[in-house]
């Protein structure tokens, strides 16, 4: 689908269209799937959290007013309620749970140790390597979603990533020798 034919999806989903607002979250509902749980940690809040901003991001679609934003828009609402329902939650760590279609790497235990390397990240920097890595937004998409500067957001992105390249190395480093 390209993009006008995206953007004509949001429109009609503005004034009404629930199968157009469908079609247009359906473009990237495997990422926001995928988003929700890395954030949340486990496949029932995530599902829960995916609901909810589908939820929130229909009844507020005719307030968006750039049609080419919904896919930000929808990811800057989703990020929010993983953030307050992961707040009011105690953290459970379910790493069976993450699909292995989270990373790309063919190796299901690299995969794994990547993901628990991710879910060990503060918040707001887990937030900033999912959207990114996961959602696929740019530093400036993720900096108007987090009301921040691009520039924060590339150095805090590439200050994690190259703390998660050194631990991850180490762990791999440290299975070889046992």
């Not at 760590?93 to 292995?100: H, V």
């Not at 989270?102 to 390597?129: F, H, N, Q, W, Y």
């Not at 937004?137 to 993720?142: A, D, K, P």
Request: aromatic share 8%; hydrophobic share 40%; with cysteine.
């Amino acid at each position: 689908m390209n993009e006008k034919e995206f953007e004509e999806l949001v429109k009609r989903a503005q004034k009404g269209d629930a199968h157009a607002f469908g079609a247009a979250y359906g473009v990237f509902a495997a990422d926001a799937y995928r988003f929700a749980l890395f954030y949340m940690k486990n496949t029932h809040d995530a599902e829960d959290a995916v609901q909810d901003a589908c939820l929130k991001a229909w009844r507020r679609l005719p307030s968006l007013k750039k049609t080419e934003s919904f896919r930000s828009w929808f990811f800057k609402i989703l990020s929010n309620i993983c953030k307050s329902s992961l707040s009011a939650l105690k953290p459970v760590a379910a790493l069976d749970e993450i699909p292995e279609t989270a990373s790309a790497d063919g190796s299901t235990e690299l995969k794994t140790e990547m993901a628990e390397l991710i879910l060990r990240l503060p918040s707001e920097d887990r937030r900033i390597v999912l959207l990114s890595a996961v959602a696929g937004f740019t530093s400036r998409e993720i900096a108007e979603m987090l009301g921040s500067n691009a520039n924060t957001v590339r150095s805090r992105l590439s200050r994690t990533l190259r703390s998660l390249r050194k631990e991850l190395s180490t762990e791999v480093i440290n299975n070889e020798t046992t």
